[in-house]
């Protein structure tokens, strides 16, 4: 088996996970969230995004979240556009997040631009960035399937990461956004991913709407992947994405690492309590595995 000694998870539940949430999480129950997973080991994570608390309003407390959250290690914040690369630096935010569809579909539901116009705002805003040292990641929505135009032409997902790469960014976050992939699709395209761009760092971000997301982390290891999107609990899911259900859960992309002896340096109970301090907060059930699992242990014993 092709598979790596040491994979590195970000965990995006602070925010991937919690953007679609019902229920408005208070500021406090969020911190405590996100230094426990902290102290899980984890040296990358998405803690929130300057977005319009209009379309987004449970990341309203951005600020808040980064004044109290923020350490030595890389702690990205997703800056739609402009405005919020200016939020971020008035923040004094070094690591920040890009976001584009592939789909020119999703990208007018989700920021009511084309795929091309979307483009031509971030790529110079990104050079920006860069030559003032920031850490740039841009996170490729749609790149399997849309919920509008079905199917993604791989040549689409290569062109727009060719162009990302071209301005500099550090960073390739891949995603099967509605999760519909499978391990075959998945293979296929991050072997080009990995052939077209070796030196970059390219990270897989998988949705498990039809309960393939471990099966296509499978897939995406073969293909040399090392890097993986996960959220505690399986939270998630996008507002602007029908049927998009949670994202791999941490706990349980964890578990079969594990087992597989690939390395992370993140601690099982540890990333178990964190999900435990989010869940009283939440408006439905928490579905992943391990935390099942964890809560019929605590139960008998």
């Not at 690591?95 to 979307?118: R, W």
Request: aromatic fraction near 6%.
């Amino acid at each position: 088996m092709n598979l790596p000694e040491h994979v590195t998870l970000i965990e995006v539940g602070p925010r991937d996970g919690l953007q679609n949430e019902k229920n408005e999480i208070p500021t406090d129950v969020k911190i405590q969230f996100i230094k426990e997973l902290k102290k899980a080991g984890f040296k990358e994570m998405e803690l929130t995004s300057f977005v319009s608390p209009k379309w987004v309003p449970q990341l309203k407390d951005a600020l808040d979240i980064i004044q109290y959250c923020t350490d030595e290690h890389r702690n990205l914040v997703l800056t739609p556009n402009e405005k919020g690369v200016m939020r971020a630096k008035e923040a004094k935010c070094r690591d920040v997040a890009f976001f584009v569809g592939v789909s020119e579909s999703f990208n007018l539901k989700n920021i009511n631009s084309t795929t091309k116009e979307s483009m031509d705002k971030l790529l110079p805003l990104i050079r920006e960035l860069k030559e003032d040292g920031f850490f740039v990641r841009a996170c490729i929505s749609t790149a399997f399937y849309c919920p509008y135009e079905g199917k993604i032409h791989p040549d689409a997902v290569l062109d727009i990461c060719q162009q990302f790469a071209d301005a500099g960014v550090d960073d390739l976050s891949v995603a099967d956004t509605i999760g519909m992939a499978n391990p075959l699709e998945v293979y296929e395209l991050f072997s080009r991913l990995k052939a077209q761009f070796p030196d970059m760092l390219l990270t897989a971000h998988f949705h498990d709407t039809r309960g393939m997301a471990l099966a296509n982390i499978y897939a995406a290891l073969q293909a040399g992947v090392d890097r993986f999107d996960t959220s505690a609990g399986g939270l998630g899911g996008c507002p602007f994405a029908p049927g998009a259900t949670g994202n791999a859960a941490t706990e349980d992309v964890l578990h079969m690492l594990k087992a597989l002896n690939i390395e992370t340096g993140i601690d099982m109970n540890q990333l178990l309590k964190a999900v435990e301090v989010i869940e009283p907060h939440l408006a439905g059930a928490i579905q992943s595995k391990q935390h099942q699992l964890n809560k019929q242990e605590k139960a008998v014993n």
